[in-house]
Structure formats: structure tokens, C-alpha cells
């Protein structure tokens, strides 16, 4: 308790000696060069053993910087603070001890962090210019990376019911005295880890930390904006002058959307870089956006010997460019062409055809937009025969089952076609082929040992197939 009123005493010192000049520009960020659209480092101090990582803070002024640090197995944790006044940078000064990952609301009056377990939010309201005693704001939420917005929304990662990976990006959803979190669904979350992630305060765009295939290192940052409908468009990678072969994360954007901070690297020596990254912001907006699956397909399921007709759902594959510019193909998933019976309408997706025998067909369809980039999912297409009425190709008395129903033995024959030599196979009630074998005149079959149900048979022989059901009680 002593360190904090000496830290709040200091601070607001800090605040009745600040005058309301505006920082000049070649004071703005310590003083420090910017940098262009290469990378580079940004300088902080800090105590000996630790060094500066994750989250940094700029107020809407600029005259205050805020950042953390910890000690090198990241179990330490400070915050430390600068403020501009009488022309210069005076700092760092503690402001808490024990909390990280660090934002800053949009009017820069309050502050939110967590404390080292992932699980509880906490905030400090500022008082004039000294900072009150963090208290507990969310708890039992699994909390990281809380950003509060202009829009006043809150949104933060964390792994609720039917997260997509290991922490995903979610909004705070509070209704009457409830509050819960909800995921906000593909495309900025996937089965990677989502955990840090900076939305701006107009909500037009978020920078998420990802390991998606594809990318550049452990983790990289990349970029979605917000659409009309209230989802994200698909992330694209914001490219080799932010993202390295290590790991990029904890990204803060300035309230004039001009500079990305952002640690680089997870161990010591780890070091915080900024980058400018308005012009990228603004034209990443208009490059290709990559389509992707937005719902898998279901298996479908095709009876035999009659029509069958499927259409892709529209929800299946999404292009934030607009789905009129996306073309399908089809193909099983081992390569080689669909089946002579069924064909595929490469602008409607939807296939159409009357399939001859039983099967079951992995499919693949792919996506591909005007710029040739795809995405692919797989479905089954399972061919059947029908269970609730017999299918006679053939004359039905040709084919005679008795007892029919059984309680064991069971005869098939061929009736007035004998000196015929049939094949016979014989589907369970689940489906399953459980017998194969070939016969002359007729056969004697045992069902003693198995389950009561429906079962199918289906004899073969010069071009007639027949179909009968068979039930064992």
C-alpha cells in the first residue's frame, strides 16, 4: 500500500506540473525517430532483469506512454509509465505491480490488465491525474487482451463453449443483470490461438495474433476489417516489413491508426518495435481477399437407381470480394475425376446424376476466385439402397424368400428361373455388407445369431438385379 500512494503521489505531481500544450511533433513517442514501413525498435527502459513486452499504451494526447515489463521467465510483472510536461520526458515511474497485457479506454480515463492467471479483468479509473487502485471488473472469463471501443463494446479472447481453438477473439455480451462471452466465429477465429489481438476504436478493423498455416513465423499479425453485417472479412497477413520467422504478438495501434507497437520474439531478448502502418492499413483494405469455408458441406445420402440433385449451400465458401466472383470444381478427394454418373455444374455447384451401384464417394469441391485463389472443403456422398419399399429390376416373383418374416433360417431362390447361377448379397440393418457368395437354383441362409431388423438382399444374375427386404424377428 505504501508503493502505490507513493507511485499515486508521483503521478499526480506528474499531472499539476503538465501543462495543456500540445507535444510538439518531434517530441511525440519519447522523442524517438519514427520509423517508415520497415520495422524497427522502439526504446524503454527497464528495471535490471527484466525488459519491455507485450501491450503498450499511448494516452489520445500522446503525453502519456504507458507499457510493462517482466523478468525473463515472464512470471514478474510492472507497470511503468512516461509522461511529456515541461518540454521533455520525465519517467519511467511504477504505476502496478503483479498485472499485464494492459489497454487503455478510447478517452484515456481508464485502464484495464489482467493479473497472471488468464482468468480475471481488472480496472483503474484515472482521477485527475492519478490512477486509482485496480479493482476486479470481469471474473471466471478466462480474460486476455480486453479492448473497449468508441461503440462501447467490449471484446477480449478468451475459450467459451464451441471456441474454435485455443483462445479465441469474443465479445462481451450483457444482458439485463447477464453477462457472458461469445466468439466471434470464423473467419478471425480458426483452430489456431487468437489470444492477443488489438481492435481499433471505431471498430473498422483488428489486428490479430495468429499461427495460421502459411504464415511467416511462430506467430504473425494480421489484419480484418469490419463489415456492413457486423463480421470480419477473412485475415490477411500484414507481410514481411511487420512479421519475422519468431513470434509477433501483443499489437497496439495509435487512436490516429498511424503506428503499430508490437513484441517481438517471446523470450529475452524479446524487444517491443513499432512500424507505420496507416498506408498499409488503408491498402490492404482493397487487395485480394482470400475465400474461405465458412460451413462444411453435410454428407448427403443418393439412392440407387434413383435421380439424385444436390446444391452447395450458399454459406458454404465466403469471399469478401463477393461470392459472384467464385467458380467450383469437384473432384475426390484422392484425385480422380467424379464418377461417370454424376456430374457437376461448376457455376451453380450443384450436382446432379442416377448412380448404378452401392458406394460411398469423398468428395472435395474448391473454391476458386478471379485472382485464382481457393479453398476446399470435403463431403460423402453415400450411395444406398432404399430401406422402406422393395426395388424389383427384374420380374419380383423371379426372386422368392421364405419364411418371410424369420426367426432364423431363410430360404432364397430363384423360383421359375431355375438352372440360373445368381451372386447374393445381403445387407444388415445398419447397412452393412454381411454376406457375399453366389449360388445355383437356391440358398439356405442362417440368422439365428443375428440382430432383429430389416434386412436387404440383392440377387444378380445375367442382367436382372432385384432388391427384396427380409425381416428377422
Not at 521467465?73 to 519517467?91: A, R
Not at 488468464?118 to 490512477?131: E, M, R
Not at 454424376?342 to 473454391?367: K, Q, S
Amino acid at each position: 500500500m505504501k508503493k502505490l500512494a507513493l507511485t499515486s503521489a508521483l503521478l499526480l505531481i506528474f499531472g499539476i506540473i503538465a501543462t495543456s500544450q500540445p507535444i510538439p511533433p518531434d517530441s511525440l513517442y519519447l522523442g524517438q525517430i519514427p520509423p517508415g514501413s520497415q520495422r524497427k525498435i522502439f526504446n524503454l527502459f527497464a528495471d535490471p532483469g527484466y525488459y519491455a513486452v507485450e501491450k503498450i499504451a499511448v494516452s489520445p494526447d500522446g503525453k502519456e506512454i504507458y507499457y510493462e515489463e517482466t523478468n525473463s521467465i515472464w512470471i514478474s510483472y510492472k507497470f511503468k509509465y512516461y509522461k511529456y510536461y515541461n518540454d521533455k520526458w520525465n519517467g519511467p515511474v511504477n504505476l502496478f505491480t503483479g498485472y499485464y497485457c494492459l489497454s487503455i479506454s478510447p478517452d484515456g480515463n481508464s485502464m484495464y490488465f489482467e493479473n497472471n492467471n488468464y482468468n480475471d479483468c481488472w480496472i483503474s479509473d484515472k482521477q485527475g491525474a492519478a490512477w486509482n487502485p485496480p479493482v476486479r471488473f470481469l471474473e471466471n472469463f478466462n480474460v486476455h487482451s480486453l479492448n473497449y471501443t468508441n461503440l462501447g463494446n467490449y471484446y477480449l479472447s478468451s475459450n467459451p463453449a464451441g471456441c474454435l481453438g485455443q483462445r479465441d477473439v469474443c465479445k462481451l455480451i450483457t444482458e439485463n443483470s447477464d453477462t457472458s462471452v461469445a466468439g466471434l466465429g470464423l473467419p478471425v477465429n480458426s483452430s489456431a490461438n487468437e489470444g492477443d489481438f488489438f481492435i481499433s476504436i471505431d471498430e473498422s478493423f483488428m489486428i490479430v495474433m495468429s499461427d495460421k498455416s502459411g504464415g511467416y513465423g511462430s506467430t504473425d499479425l494480421y489484419i480484418s476489417y469490419r463489415k456492413s453485417n457486423d463480421h470480419w472479412t477473412n485475415p490477411k497477413n500484414l507481410g514481411t516489413s511487420v512479421n519475422t520467422s519468431g513470434d509477433d504478438f501483443g499489437p497496439y495501434v495509435t487512436t490516429d491508426n498511424k503506428y503499430l507497437f508490437y513484441e517481438s520474439g517471446y523470450s529475452s531478448p524479446s524487444s517491443i518495435y513499432w512500424v507505420q502502418v496507416d498506408q498499409l492499413i488503408d491498402s490492404l483494405r482493397f487487395t485480394n481477399f482470400l475465400p474461405y469455408v465458412r460451413n462444411q458441406v453435410p454428407d448427403q445420402t443418393a439412392v440407387i437407381r434413383q435421380s439424385f440433385n444436390f446444391t452447395l449451400p450458399d454459406s458454404t465458401f465466403i469471399d469478401d470480394d463477393g461470392n459472384n466472383t467464385l467458380t467450383y470444381s469437384a473432384k475426390l478427394t484422392n484425385g480422380n475425376p467424379l464418377p461417370a454418373w454424376l456430374t457437376f455444374d461448376t457455376l451453380a455447384g450443384t450436382f446432379i446424376g442416377t448412380p448404378e451401384i452401392i458406394e460411398t464417394l469423398n468428395i472435395r469441391v474448391t473454391a476458386t476466385d478471379t485472382a485464382g485463389a481457393a479453398a476446399s472443403t470435403s463431403f460423402k456422398i453415400m450411395v444406398k439402397y432404399p430401406v422402406s419399399i422393395d426395388q424389383v429390376y427384374g420380374q419380383p416373383e423371379w426372386v422368392r424368400i421364405f419364411p418371410n418374416p424369420t426367426d432364423g433360417l431363410i430360404n432364397i431362390s430363384l423360383g421359375e428361373l431355375s438352372g440360373k447361377t445368381a451372386k447374393i448379397e445381403i445387407r444388415n440393418p445398419e447397412g452393412e455388407v454381411i454376406l457375399k457368395s453366389t449360388f445355383l437354383n437356391s440358398i439356405l441362409l442362417s440368422f439365428t445369431d443375428k440382430p432383429k431388423g430389416l434386412y436387404l438382399a440383392k440377387v444378380s444374375f445375367e442382367n436382372c438385379m432385384i432388391i427384396r427386404k427380409f425381416i428377422v424377428e
